[in-house]
């Protein structure tokens, strides 16, 4: 080979190394980022004052006319999974309670989330009203960008992310 051979190689190489960088980096950006413009974050005078991550709770909703306060936007009958695209449509009913997690014994099962603990989180009814909770897991549940420190309500149209499953409350 010659030595203008050898060169172009050792060039692409290079470029190889810095797109594989990139790409690393592209890739720890987007897990530390935090969520996605459009996702709803609460803005309680608590988040405000206090770190938001270890608070969630939501702001009361605004009601349109003619509907009951205790109506806000409803209790959430099923979830349903908007990523991984792989998922991306599967409905699970709620029920009274469902856990979630990669355990084998949890209702919705995500073996395939390495993200997402054996036994993550559990969504349950209690006085008719659906209510989210973390179970000790190591990343912790997210309800629409917010890490859970203890049991949320959930309404109709929450996003829950567990691991890296996106779940929609409908």
């Given at each position: 080979m ?9 060039y ?9 960088f990139?790409?690393?980096?592209w890739?720890?950006w987007s897990?530390?980022?935090g ?7 609460p803005q309680t005078?608590?988040?405000?004052g ?21 109506r ?12 991984p695209?792989?998922?991306k ?9 469902i856990?979630v997690?990669?355990?084998?014994n ?5 073996p ?11 969504v ?6 659906m209510?989210?909770?973390?179970l000790g ?9 917010a ?8 309404a ?12 929609e409350?409908?």
């Open positions: 010659s030595d203008a051979q050898l060169n172009i190689l050792n692409a190489l290079l470029a190889l190394i810095y797109l594989f990139a790409r690393v980096l890739a720890v897990e530390v980022r969520p996605r413009p459009g996702v709803r974050q005078a608590q988040a405000r206090a770190d938001a991550t270890k608070i969630a709770t939501r702001p009361p909703a605004p009601v349109p006319a003619g509907h009951s306060q205790g806000r936007k409803g209790t959430p009958s099923r979830l349903t999974v908007l990523e695209k792989v998922r449509g599967s409905a699970y009913p709620i029920g009274t309670e856990t997690g990669r355990g084998n949890c209702s919705i099962g995500v395939d989330d390495t993200f997402a603990s054996q036994l993550h989180a559990r349950q009814l209690r006085n008719g009203t209510w989210l909770e973390d897991s190591t990343n912790g549940t997210h309800l629409n960008g890490r859970l420190t203890m049991p949320v309500q959930l109709v149209g929450d996003r829950v992310q567990i691991g890296s499953t996106i779940f409350a409908q």
